[in-house]
């Protein structure tokens, strides 16, 4: 019968922490894999569209290795502890993760400015909450909608327009 190690094993975090490391690698192979079914042709100044994809997988192998290597030595040593009995917000996590979600799942149907400006207004509501900052109610959801379009759409309109980067719109104009 194997025995499973007590929860005050000090063990316990470095495993913890391998398995984060690991899971980084991991993040970053699935980025490589994709990154292998983008053409690489080079573009301007002969760098090809792949490019960028390659260099984030190859950086997020490296910091996972890093990673790991730290756990397998002792842990991350430096790591500023907490105050005792603090707990992770998960309202906050969760409303941050449904903008990302929703963005990604949207951003072909409502185009690059909405989806964007969703996931700026959902992660806002998540780190203010987050923060313990009180509620304004509807003034809140409007200023964030504000400054989400506000943010996207010259973000938009730099890559369509001036860098000729196709990216989703809601209509064939370029300019929404």
Not at 43 to 66: D, H, S
Not at 87 to 102: I, Q
């Amino acid at each position: 019968m194997r025995e499973t190690a007590p929860a005050d094993d000090p063990r316990l975090p470095s495993l913890l922490q391998g398995l984060v490391g690991l899971g980084v690698i991991g993040v970053g192979l699935a980025l490589a894999v994709g990154a292998m079914g983008i053409p690489s042709e080079s573009g301007y100044a002969g760098v090809g569209p792949n490019f960028l994809p390659w260099l984030v997988a190859v950086a997020l192998m490296t910091c996972g290795a890093f990673m790991v290597y730290q756990a397998r030595t002792g842990g991350f040593r430096h790591m500023e502890e907490g105050p005792p009995g603090e707990k992770p917000y998960w309202p906050g996590f969760v409303w941050m993760s449904a903008g990302l979600l929703l963005n990604a799942a949207l951003i072909t149907t409502i185009g690059f400015i909405f989806s964007c400006a969703l996931c700026f207004v959902l992660a806002s509501r998540g780190m203010r909450q987050a923060q313990g900052q009180a509620q304004a109610g509807a003034r809140s959801w409007v200023t964030d909608s504000i400054t989400g379009l506000l943010i996207a759409a010259p973000v938009y309109w730099m890559f369509t327009q001036f860098l000729a980067i196709n990216l989703p719109g809601l209509t064939q104009s370029g300019w929404l």
